[in-house]
């Protein structure tokens, strides 16, 4: 067989490590920003950012699993293939937080914001591809409210 041919059973592994190495560079931008934050001292920031991400990591963990969901893959490469995604997180938040700089925090705030801006992008243009009427004004209310609430939790605490 050549190298570039798969299995039928290694190919949604393939797919998933595919997933999971985007992802992992990805989340090394998420962690820059959280250890960043923490460098500046921002625990309510750190806190938002590490909440929102976690939250967010989950819809990543499905992505990852649906294209090994019906195979029968061993738990050692489901492990692997979360801490392939997920470690970069870590590594992230690290450098972010003890190689502080005030530069450094910029850059790594601003590639944490990246990552926020681009995943709202795609669900924006996920959103508006859909055949369902998912743009409503009681969705974009709701949205907006906690939006609004965000910024002003933001600005209390």
Do not use: C, D
């Not at 998933?16 to 500046?40: K, V």
């Not at 003890?98 to 850059?107: G, H, K």
């Not at 243009?125 to 969705?139: A, C, D, G, P, R």
């Amino acid at each position: 067989t050549s190298r570039t041919s798969l299995t039928a059973s290694s190919k949604p592994f393939a797919i998933g490590l595919m997933i999971a190495i985007g992802i992992g560079l990805h989340n090394l931008g998420e962690g820059l920003a959280i250890g960043a934050a923490i460098g500046l001292g921002q625990v309510a920031l750190s806190t938002f950012l590490i909440v929102g991400f976690a939250l967010h990591n989950t819809t990543e963990g499905i992505a990852i699993a649906s294209p090994i969901a019906k195979t029968k893959s061993p738990i050692f490469k489901i492990i692997i293939l979360g801490l392939i995604a997920g470690a970069p997180t870590i590594l992230g938040t690290w450098i972010g937080g003890f190689f502080y700089s005030p530069y450094a925090a910029i850059i790594f705030l601003s590639i944490g914001a990246g990552a926020i801006f681009q995943v709202m992008l795609i669900i924006l243009k996920w959103l508006y591809q859909s055949e369902q009427k998912l743009v409503q004004t009681s969705i974009v209310s709701g949205v907006g409210v906690g939006m609004l609430i965000m910024y002003i939790t933001s600005i209390l605490v």
